[in-house]
């Protein structure tokens, strides 16, 4: 039988517990459950990218949060193996991308998980810190709606994947025109208990041009520090960058000193390379400081 420990009020108060390590800090703790959702084609293949190359390269994501180097693996159910290499072939000459792996199984369901599943066992192999789960819906067959179903799926992925972050991607029920105050259970097809049993919970949508990623909720964060991010996705890399002018400014003196013999669109690339700003923004920062 499992062991539990019973803490009085004076013991739980001093009690000093280890530090809570986060695959990025403090937006997403080690181990924990994510979910990313937004309507289709709003970019959310995009920010899974970026979060995948800012980990597997140790970049602060959008040059804001920090993160842990580690592998990635995107299981996708969502997308054939023969578009998603279109996809990579495109970036593949701009950025590195070891330590990101992509596998492809259809059908896919995460309740018939067990320990000698071919499926875990081929991740637990390779040794990921982050899994990406593209998409929800077509990982598991129970009813949406149901808190079990959340209940069964979330815990499958613990017991199997220890350790291991999980983020799950998810289409929003509808589109909203106005999304301060959003009631979370609208924010699905299904219950709010995919929202209240997960850490973290992002939601993109448009704004004009542009993108905006809501951090809805955040067990590690507290809401007056949640950062509003603006972002914008450049065509080249597929990757999205914070919309903030003045990010390229501050980096570029640092980027001259590591890189001296980097000439300007070498600075440019490498601005949007580590998330910093925009392709506008890089070639007006470099052109103004160099």
Same mark, same amino acid.
């Given at each position: 039988?499992?062991?539990?420990?019973?803490?009085?009020?004076? $013991?739980?108060?001093?009690?000093?517990?280890?530090?809570?390590?986060?695959?990025?800090?403090?937006?997403?703790?080690?181990?924990?459950?994510?979910?990313?959702?937004?309507?289709?084609?709003?970019?959310?293949?995009?920010?899974?990218?970026?979060?995948?190359?800012?980990?597997?390269?140790?970049?602060?994501?959008?040059?804001?949060?920090?993160?842990?180097?580690?592998?990635?693996?995107?299981?996708?159910?969502?997308?054939?193996?023969?578009?998603?290499?279109?996809?990579?072939?495109?970036?593949?000459?701009?950025?590195?991308?070891?330590?990101?792996?992509?596998?492809?199984?259809? !059908?896919?369901?995460?309740? $018939?998980?067990?320990?000698?599943? !071919?499926?875990?066992?081929?991740?637990?192999?390779?040794?990921?810190?982050?899994?990406?789960?593209?998409?929800?819906?077509?990982?598991?067959?129970?009813?949406?709606?149901?808190?079990?179903?959340?209940?069964?799926?979330? $815990?499958?992925?613990?017991?199997?994947? !220890?350790?291991?972050?999980?983020?799950?991607?998810?289409?929003?029920?509808?589109?909203?025109?106005?999304?301060?105050?959003?009631?979370?259970?609208?924010?699905?097809?299904?219950?709010?208990?995919?929202?209240?049993?997960?850490?973290?919970?992002?939601?993109?949508?448009?704004?004009?041009?542009?993108?905006?990623?809501?951090?809805?909720?955040?067990?590690?964060?507290?809401?007056?520090?949640?950062?509003?991010?603006?972002? $914008?996705?450049?065509?080249?890399?597929?990757?999205?960058?914070?919309?903030?002018?003045?990010?390229?400014?501050?980096?570029? !003196?640092?980027?001259?000193?590591?890189?001296?013999?980097?000439?300007?669109?070498?600075?440019?690339?490498?601005?949007?390379?580590?998330?910093?700003?925009?392709?506008?923004?890089?070639?007006?920062?470099?052109?103004?400081?160099?």
């Amino acid at each position: 039988m499992p062991a539990y420990d019973i803490y009085s009020a004076e $013991e739980l108060a001093a009690h000093k517990f280890p530090d809570e390590p986060f695959l990025v800090e403090p937006l997403i703790p080690q181990g924990g459950i994510v979910l990313l959702h937004g309507k289709r084609g709003i970019g959310k293949s995009q920010f899974s990218l970026t979060l995948a190359h800012t980990i597997v390269n140790g970049f602060p994501l959008f040059n804001y949060f920090p993160v842990t180097k580690s592998k990635v693996v995107v299981v996708e159910t969502d997308m054939t193996p023969q578009i998603q290499q279109l996809r990579i072939l495109k970036i593949f000459d701009r950025l590195c991308l070891k330590g990101l792996y992509y596998t492809f199984p259809v !059908p896919c369901n995460v309740i $018939e998980f067990h320990s000698g599943h !071919p499926l875990v066992k081929a991740i637990l192999e390779i040794g990921p810190n982050l899994i990406i789960w593209d998409t929800l819906r077509k990982i598991h067959r129970m009813k949406e709606s149901s808190s079990e179903s959340v209940q069964i799926v979330y $815990e499958n992925l613990r017991t199997h994947f !220890p350790g291991i972050t999980h983020m799950l991607i998810h289409h929003d029920k509808k589109t909203f025109q106005d999304n301060e105050g959003l009631d979370q259970e609208e924010l699905f097809r299904g219950s709010g208990a995919w929202v209240d049993d997960a850490d973290t919970s992002l939601q993109i949508t448009e704004t004009g041009p542009r993108m905006k990623i809501w951090i809805h909720k955040c067990r590690t964060m507290s809401e007056g520090d949640r950062p509003n991010l603006l972002v $914008e996705m450049d065509p080249e890399t597929m990757l999205l960058h914070p919309y903030q002018p003045n990010t390229a400014a501050k980096m570029l !003196p640092y980027l001259r000193q590591t890189f001296p013999d980097y000439r300007k669109e070498q600075l440019v690339e490498e601005l949007l390379r580590r998330g910093c700003c925009t392709r506008d923004q890089g070639h007006l920062a470099v052109k103004m400081l160099v």
